[in-house]
């Protein structure tokens, strides 16, 4: 491989161009004299945030004639995360909610508007008024673009305030010594040459992980990296058996039909034609809580009211009307047409659960930075904000919206902060030999003699898909776990075909199997571990929820010989003891 490196030293680096790296670097470019760089495999405006269809959340309470308030939502958004989420974190959530979105409209966001021009909300799961009363009107969106539109604002924000931009550069190594985060290291796709970033501080927001199942609403390029790189180096992941299965995937496809199709008055129907969830959540039905559902049409199929018999339930839109599904809900019915031949207003789309969202990852606090360990000691100059991040405001299951909110509160935070621990220290020495690591792991692949990567990709998207998804139990989740070992030890030798330097995609998506791999095995393993039912874990050998013991956080650490260490955290009780949750 090349043996040109280069070097580039800036105040502050950005790993991720989604909406969590683009809010963070906003806000630090803002801040005088701090040199600020977002590195991103992606060009940033194809980052996954520009799916986000249905909405942010913030109690700006528009559109419901009883208003709304920031502790209703906060209430929703600990009761959906089954009482793990820390609930000062979530108060500052939904506190803070009112305040970026106003920002974002000042910003130029062009948010859809009520008739009186003021922004427009739509309900959305598990989202409701006076502590669960009834439905709420709280997702602010633009049409059904809503994460387009944040992704595009924030980056005008970024080029205005000269950002510099490094696309399609991948980061492959972290550089972090006895808890002081050094820099990163990235290969640029376009060439194959190795960059070293040294950086006072540095800001890992890579998003998800999805593409550890078969089906999901995740793209390709949500592999899990920096979990992955920072795994690796002895760090810490929080609740990763935490990963949610969203109800409404197109069958097969795993495209993600928007909670907002529900949220403006579509239902559910099996086989029978019946509205199922009336039973299973009484009070808020289709808008229960994104778990719950998922579990409602698990049981529908199994209990033989799939539709033809077949693993999927019916979306029916068919009686909001044409003029309201084209303005509220286009790129919905587009989908529908171009993939499946559907057009909505006519009939009902044919949805499964797919994966979509990790509520665990790397462990920070308010500001973004990372926990070196259970006990809240940091990482100096670490920080994670976004999807990959760990706050915990979703603890185990994340309400509809929370997610783009989660991003812009903890981004901007996590770069105000940034910023402040730049402008206070110096740059740290980087290690003897940085690239050497990075350098033997890419080569390793380029060397591989034994499977291609989508062999062992495919065998532990089925081994996660059929062991670690809606429902687990001992043996199957022993079963996951002892093949996921299999596979990451039959990666050590994962062959590529492409051993060239420049734009090889062969070498970057094997590089990403591996994290996948990392990010697999902590996810059946922590599973494994916790043996309780909570929000998205749902044990059939340990169903209900077990306060006394497991009102905690898993922490793992990966330790020698492929060893997983768990250490835990309280939860933090602040103002809503945990009770049964109803929907
Ligand atoms: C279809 C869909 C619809 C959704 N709708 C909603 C919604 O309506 N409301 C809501 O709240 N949430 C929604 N979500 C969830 C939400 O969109 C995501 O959780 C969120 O956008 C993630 O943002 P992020 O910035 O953390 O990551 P992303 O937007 O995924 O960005 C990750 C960035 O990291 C970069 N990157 C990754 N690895 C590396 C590496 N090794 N080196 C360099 N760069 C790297 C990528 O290039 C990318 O720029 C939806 C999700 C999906 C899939």
Not at 74 to 100: H, N, P, W
Not at 193 to 199: D, E, G, S, T
Not at 247 to 257: F, H, N, S, V
Request: proline share 4%.
């Amino acid at each position: 491989m090349s043996t040109r490196v280069e070097l580039h030293r800036l105040d502050a680096v950005v790993v991720g161009g989604g909406g969590a790296g683009l809010a963070a670097a906003v806000y630090l470019a803002r801040q005088p004299g701090i040199r600020t760089g977002v590195i991103s495999k992606l060009y940033p405006t194809r980052s996954h945030t520009g799916t986000a269809q249905g909405g942010v959340g913030a109690a700006l309470g528009n559109c419901d004639p009883e208003g709304d308030s920031w502790e209703w939502h906060m209430f929703d958004t600990v009761k959906g995360s089954d009482y793990l989420a820390d609930q000062d974190a979530v108060e500052i959530l939904c506190r803070e909610a009112i305040e970026v979105v106003y920002e974002l409209e000042h910003m130029g966001l062009p948010f859809s508007r009520t008739v009186d021009g003021r922004i427009a909300q739509r309900r959305f799961g598990g989202h409701a008024l006076n502590f669960g009363e009834k439905p709420s009107r709280r997702a602010c969106y633009a049409a059904d673009r809503t994460g387009h539109m944040i992704l595009q604002t924030l980056y005008q924000q970024c080029i205005r305030q000269n950002v510099e931009f490094y696309d399609e550069y991948q980061v492959v190594d972290l550089l972090v010594e006895e808890n002081c985060c050094k820099g990163v290291v990235a290969i640029e796709i376009a060439t194959g040459v190795l960059h070293v970033f040294q950086a006072k501080a540095v800001l890992f927001a890579t998003g998800g992980w999805g593409r550890m199942f078969e089906i999901t609403s995740n793209a390709v390029t949500l592999t899990g990296d920096a979990p992955a790189l920072v795994w690796r180096r002895g760090l810490p992941l929080e609740d990763m058996e935490f990963f949610q299965i969203h109800p409404t995937g197109i069958y097969k496809l795993g495209i993600l039909i928007t909670e907002g199709v529900r949220g403006e008055g579509g239902v559910l129907r099996n086989s029978e034609g019946e509205r199922f969830m009336e039973v299973y959540a009484p009070t808020m039905k289709d808008l229960a809580s994104r778990d719950v559902v998922s579990r409602a049409i698990y049981l529908e199929v199994k209990q033989g009211r799939g539709i033809g018999g077949k693993a999927y339930v019916n979306l029916d839109a068919t009686h909001l009307g044409r003029e309201l599904i084209e303005e509220k809900l286009p790129d919905v019915a587009d989908f529908c047409r171009t993939y499946i031949g559907i057009d909505p207003a006519i009939d009902p789309m044919p949805v499964q659960p797919t994966a979509h969202y990790a509520m665990g990852g790397l462990p920070t606090d308010p500001d973004g930075r990372l926990l070196a360990d259970a006990d809240g000691s940091i990482v100096d100059g670490l920080y994670a904000a976004g999807e990959c991040a760990c706050v915990s405001v979703h603890g185990a299951n994340r309400l509809g919206t929370n997610s783009l909110l989660d991003l812009l509160v903890f981004g901007r935070r996590a770069g105000l902060h940034m910023g402040v621990f730049a402008a206070g220290s110096d740059y740290a020495a980087l290690p003897d030999d940085p690239t050497g690591p990075a350098i033997e792991a890419l080569e390793r692949i380029r060397n591989g003699k034994g499977d291609r990567a989508v062999v062992i990709r495919d065998e532990m998207q089925a081994a996660m898909t059929e062991h670690v998804s809606v429902f687990r139990e001992e043996p199957g989740l022993a079963e996951a776990v002892a093949k996921i070992e299999e596979l990451r030890q039959r990666f050590r030798g994962v062959k590529i075909d492409d051993t060239s330097e420049k734009f090889n995609l062969d070498l970057v998506e094997a590089f990403e199997l591996g994290c996948l791999l990392d990010c697999a095995y902590a996810t059946a393993t922590a599973a494994r571990n916790r043996t309780e039912s909570r929000g998205a874990h749902y044990r059939e050998d340990f169903q209900g929820r077990n306060d006394q013991e497991w009102l905690k956080h898993t922490f793992q650490k990966l330790r020698e010989g492929d060893k997983v260490e768990f250490s835990y955290r309280q939860a933090t009780i602040t103002r809503f003891e945990p009770k049964e949750r109803v929907y």
